[in-house]
């Protein structure tokens, strides 16, 4: 299936201005270079060894899979997301697929500020970014956890994620806050069927198909008939 209006994309674009480098103050990820070694169960030493990661003061983060019964089966809301690396892809040595569009398709989803302690922190993060980035504006009862959380990519960042479901009423959408920054101005939010976004839909992003069959998995046989 190619891309129908529905399944349309803002068309932005990503712009280089200047390359600043890796020596200006850290934004946002901070690169950590550590002198290693390890020991092995029989109390041998490895030889020690350098290696690279990255942190941020907010580490981990909650996916939300907001969702409600549509005419058809189960309907769950995506919002399009700028993901500026993917428009410098070109410039990597990859076997296939060198140019990538910077806007995809995904879960909406939220770091856990340092001060949101423990399940009841992840329940208000949950509504925060929920009212953020989708326009609903839910108490933190409303949400669910969507199976266990999980690392997404843990030999750069020891970043774990929160998968959290709600059932929410499309007509109660108000207009998502947003967070002010650029890589959030000019989002879509949308709802699409379930079963059309996990069998043809452009979903791109690891996370946001996981949430999705997690999703399908709690609701069996609410397709389309």
């Not at 690169?31 to 981990?60: E, F, I, M």
């Not at 956890?145 to 929160?162: M, T």
Request: aromatic share 6%; charged share 30%; glycine share 10%.
């Amino acid at each position: 299936m190619s891309e129908g209006s529905h399944w349309a994309k803002p068309a932005i674009e990503v712009v280089l201005e200047e390359e600043l480098g890796p020596e200006g103050r850290p934004e946002f990820l901070r690169l950590r270079r550590r002198r290693l070694h390890n020991r092995l169960p029989d109390g041998r030493t490895t030889a020690s060894y350098v290696y690279d990661s990255v942190d941020r003061g907010a580490t981990d983060a909650v996916i939300l899979v907001l969702h409600h019964r549509g005419p058809r089966g189960r309907e769950v809301l995506l919002r399009t997301s700028i993901r500026p690396p993917l428009a410098f892809r070109r410039e990597l040595t990859v076997p296939l697929h060198r140019q990538a569009s910077p806007v995809i398709w995904e879960l909406p989803a939220g770091l856990v500020e340092p001060a949101e302690i423990g399940e009841e922190g992840l329940l208000a993060c949950a509504a925060r970014e929920t009212l953020e980035e989708a326009g609903f504006d839910l108490a933190p009862g409303a949400f669910r956890s969507l199976g266990p959380s999980l690392f997404l990519s843990p030999g750069v960042l020891a970043e774990r994620i929160y998968f959290y479901e709600a059932e929410v009423d499309p007509a109660t959408r108000g207009v998502p806050t947003e967070d002010g920054s650029p890589v959030e101005e000019g989002a879509a939010v949308r709802f699409f069927d379930l079963d059309e976004a996990l069998a043809t839909g452009p979903v791109q992003d690891v996370k946001t198909e996981l949430g999705l069959r997690r999703l399908r998995e709690r609701y069996p046989g609410e397709g389309a008939p």
